[in-house]
């Protein structure tokens, strides 16, 4: 059984810093795994998608990157923003299922 | 593009009284999710369907849940009789392809469900 892990739970850095955030897999069978952004009160935002066979996505300030072997994605934020605090949850597609498996997120506040 | 759209937005309601969800899919989606949000189990997938057929429902948590897509734009979920523990938020997700192998998922913004 699939199961995701997100470190930390929660972190607050001040605005400007650069910032990991880490997930990590038990299956690494998976075909993609995808970020998204969850804003309080609201659904979820596709952030990045990273196929099986790709080693990193990047979209803006953002990049994200995926080790199948190891079992782990860090999702990279350059340059903080107050604007980037949010919940950011990671979440893998894998086997002959269409089920995407969440971790429970990383809360992050970026101070002002 | 209006995005999926949930109603309601809230909803509290008192054991025993059934509930009904309600999505409206992107136009054009294949695909439709039903998931669950609680701090205890994060998100939790409860059924899917492809072209309006429900493909998996291994994730609905007992028989008192259950889910219907009519059509390709709506869809529904049902708790009869609902109880305390089924207080959560609850998401409709909808996808463009049959599969989510490369096609992100897009969220309405949920129905929070307080049963008391």
């Known amino acids: 059984k699939q199961e995701v892990t997100q470190i930390p739970a929660a972190l607050s850095v001040p605005e400007g810093e650069n910032l990991v955030l880490n997930c ?28 099986s066979s790709q080693r990193e996505q990047t979209s803006g300030r953002l990049n994200a990157s995926l080790d199948k072997s190891s079992g782990r994605s860090t999702l990279y934020i350059a340059a903080s923003q107050p604007g980037d605090s949010a919940t950011y949850l990671c979440a893998v597609h894998g086997g002959a299922t269409n089920k995407l498996i969440f971790g429970t997120g990383t809360l992050l506040a970026v101070q002002p | 593009d209006a995005g999926v759209i949930q109603s309601p937005r809230h909803e509290v309601t008192e054991m025993g009284q ?70 959560a938020v609850y998401f409709c997700a909808s996808s463009p392809m049959l599969r989510v192998d490369n096609s992100p998922l897009h969220f309405g913004n949920g129905t929070r469900l307080t049963v008391t």
Not at chain 2, 26 to 39: A, D, E, K, P, V
Not at chain 2, 74 to 84: A, G, R, V
Request: glycine fraction near 6%; aromatic fraction near 12%; charged fraction near 20%.
């Open chain 1, 24 to 51: 990590s897999f038990t299956d690494s069978a998976i075909y993609n795994l995808q970020w998204f952004r969850q804003d309080p009160g609201k659904g979820l935002t596709s952030l990045l998608l990273i196929q």
């Open chain 2, 18 to 87: 059934e509930v009904t969800l309600r999505c409206k899919p992107i136009s054009g989606h294949n695909s439709l999710f039903w998931y669950r949000q609680t701090m205890m189990r994060g998100l939790e997938l409860l059924i899917y369907f492809n072209n309006n057929v429900p493909i998996d429902d291994s994730g609905m948590p007992e028989d008192r849940f259950s889910a219907k897509m009519p059509n390709a734009s709506f869809s529904t979920l049902k708790i009869q009789p609902s109880e305390p523990r089924d207080s």
